[in-house]
């Protein structure tokens, strides 16, 4: 009987110890696992601050790269604006030489045709009698006029869809003294409301725009019974009307919608 509970009790140290036992072993066990754990979160932390600091770096770079192409887009249309201006002065001065270099010209308008058996017109006798008969200027005044060149102006070639121009073909007429010239040019006014008329001779880009104030002034003096004239201020040409009735100081300038491409001249 006594053996049978030292027995027992044996067995009961034994299940204890075993339970102790495993006990430790599960403890140990979670603590490794805990340890893991811990050394894995810490890892992914670390990574992720990696991460973050490489995207702060990328970031601070984009920005100093956008801020950079900002900078350059800028300037790029800074030199843009200061070309297009040099360009436009550019042209403005080669169209003021243009000018200056046709100022002894004058340009006849509505000036018929010579009817003669010679295969050329001669044109300057053609011009002198012009002047005499339609300006009034006396013919031995005309005879001491001499030009550099007197001929028409070609006009190009019409096809089957354009209307035939049946008015002569303008005369130019590039004077050797300034003083004929203008004695010339101010006695136009000779041939107003006639089909005839006289204008300074300028580059080809003024001659456009001339062309549609003409047309304006024209609308005017028919329409509203105005007065009208183009006057010419360096390379700028202006339309200015007044009414009959009113002094020559009343003279006012009128505007006029000029074409985007004959306006960038």
């Known amino acids: ?21 495993s006990e430790k072993k599960l403890s140990d066990k ?9 050394t894995a979160i810490d890892k992914i932390n670390e990574e992720v601050r990696t991460v973050k600091g490489r995207l702060d770096q990328v970031e601070t770079g984009v920005t100093f790269n956008q801020g950079g192409v900002e900078k350059v887009t800028e300037e790029v249309r800074r030199l843009q604006i200061d070309l297009a201006f040099d360009i436009g002065m550019l042209r403005r001065e080669a169209i003021l030489k243009d000018l200056h270099d046709r100022k002894v010209n004058l340009l006849f308008n509505g000036i018929p045709i010579a009817e003669t058996s010679d295969t050329r017109e001669n044109s300057e006798a053609v011009l ?9 200027i006396p013919q031995e005044r005309v005879e001491q006029m001499q030009f550099k060149t007197v001929h028409r102006i070609p006009r190009p070639r ?24 203008n004695d010339i040019f101010y006695a136009r006014k000779a041939v107003y409301g006639t089909a005839a008329s006289i204008q300074i001779d300028m580059p080809v880009s003024m001659k456009k725009i001339r ?18 004239r183009v006057r010419t201020k360096g390379i700028d ?27 960038q001249y």
């Open 30 to 38: 979670i603590d490794t696992i805990n340890n893991n754990l811990q």
């Open 237 to 263: 040409l202006v339309l200015e009307v007044k009414k009959p009735t009113e002094p020559n100081t009343a003279w006012r300038r009128v505007s006029v919608v000029i074409p985007a491409e004959l306006a």
């Open 128 to 136: 002198k009698e012009f002047i005499v008969d339609k300006l009034n």
């Open 158 to 181: 019409y096809n089957e869809h354009q209307a035939e121009n049946t008015r002569p073909p303008t005369m130019i007429a590039a004077f050797t003294s300034m003083t004929d010239r």
């Open 1 to 21: 009987m006594a053996t049978t509970r030292a027995n027992k009790a044996t067995s009961l140290e034994e299940i204890k110890d075993l339970i102790l036992s």
């Open 211 to 228: 062309t549609v104030l003409n047309r304006k002034a024209y609308e005017l003096r028919t329409n509203e019974d105005l007065y009208t």
